[in-house]
């Protein structure tokens, strides 16, 4: 328990210290958070409006900005911002997920020497990526939110299969951890450093489950920090849109402020995030030194 307050602390000094850092994951990560903050939000959106919309009112947030999009002709705008998202994905995600790695195991690395070293470790880092995508809880969670949306979830059938697939999920996410740094720190191809990783985590499997725990917490506290600061300009929002000021000139300023509380959060989950690649690549070091 001390060891792992101990990696928290000096994690979270090297975030407060090195700000070059958030920016190199703010980099990586601005597109895929966005992807992720729209399809959560759109997700979210029509479980309101098809479980509870007795409670809610018709006019929503995202309906909104939908229907602004629409009627000022901005859908290639929109199409254009998806076609980034998926070159990006595709190409410079994994490039960026090594990248973030070098930039931590070498003090001295630029941002943009640690891209051009990501560079090297694209296709096994893609690979990884792609079969790590199946059992990520972000695609678990939208797919479970979904079928709860169209009332999938009653078959009994449909919730044995989602528990398989949550357990599935789960394991990933205990015993994959250390598959990206053995890949880029020492060489290994996708295979050999998930089994290495699950050798590692077995090894310590309750030093590695209590890192879990703490890391679970700590995911907690941060989002809910996060939350308290975002909600007040996203319930503005939201009050400007639902008494109809929208209509009275108010168009600039909810469009701003929107703009705003998506790029405001986006660089706070990149903070949680920076934390998190600097916390398990610490913990890797200590079990790397353990295993030795």
């Given at each position: 328990k001390k060891m792992i307050l101990t990696i928290l602390r000096e994690s979270k000094d090297y975030i407060k210290n090195n700000n070059k850092f958030i920016k190199l994951v703010f980099y990586i990560s601005f597109w895929k958070l966005l992807y992720t903050l729209v399809v959560i939000s759109y997700n979210i959106n029509n479980l309101l409006i098809?479980?509870?919309?007795?409670?809610?009112?018709?006019?929503?947030?995202?309906?909104?900005?939908?229907?602004?999009?629409?009627?000022?002709h901005l859908v290639w705008l929109v199409i254009l911002i998806a076609f980034i998202i998926l070159i990006w994905y595709v190409f410079l995600y994994p490039t960026g997920m090594s990248a973030?790695?070098?930039?931590?195991?070498?003090?001295?690395?630029?941002?943009?020497?640690?891209?051009?070293?990501?560079?090297?470790?694209?296709?096994v880092?893609?690979?990884?990526?792609?079969?790590?995508?199946?059992?990520?809880?972000y695609t678990y969670a939208i797919t479970v939110l979904r079928l709860f949306t169209l009332w999938i979830l009653d078959n009994t059938i449909a919730i044995i299969l989602v528990s398989v697939w949550w357990l599935a999920a789960?394991?990933?996410?205990?015993?994959?951890?250390?598959?990206?740094?053995?890949?880029?720190?020492?060489?290994?191809?996708?295979?050999?450093?998930?089994?290495?990783?699950?050798?590692?985590?077995?090894?310590?499997?309750?030093?590695?489950?209590?890192?879990?725990?703490?890391?679970?917490?700590?995911?907690?506290?941060?989002y809910f920090k996060a939350f308290i600061i975002a909600s007040a300009p996203m319930l503005l929002v939201y009050f400007l849109i639902n008494a109809w000021l929208a209509d009275r000139g108010f168009k600039r300023v909810i469009r701003l402020i929107g703009i705003i509380t998506v790029i405001l959060i986006i660089y706070m989950i990149s903070i949680i995030q920076a934390f998190f690649r600097k916390f398990w690549f610490k913990m890797y070091n200590k079990v790397v030194k353990i295993e030795e």
């Open positions: 098809y479980r509870f919309d007795k409670w809610l009112p018709r006019m929503s947030t995202l309906k909104y900005f939908l229907e602004e999009i629409i009627s000022n973030i790695i070098h930039f931590l195991k070498d003090k001295k690395n630029s941002i943009w020497k640690a891209i051009w070293k990501g560079v090297t470790d694209f296709f880092m893609f690979e990884l990526n792609a079969l790590a995508f199946s059992f990520w809880f789960l394991f990933s996410s205990i015993f994959w951890q250390y598959a990206k740094f053995l890949i880029v720190i020492e060489n290994m191809w996708v295979f050999e450093a998930i089994k290495k990783s699950i050798s590692i985590t077995i090894t310590n499997i309750w030093v590695t489950i209590r890192w879990r725990v703490m890391q679970l917490v700590t995911y907690i506290l941060f």
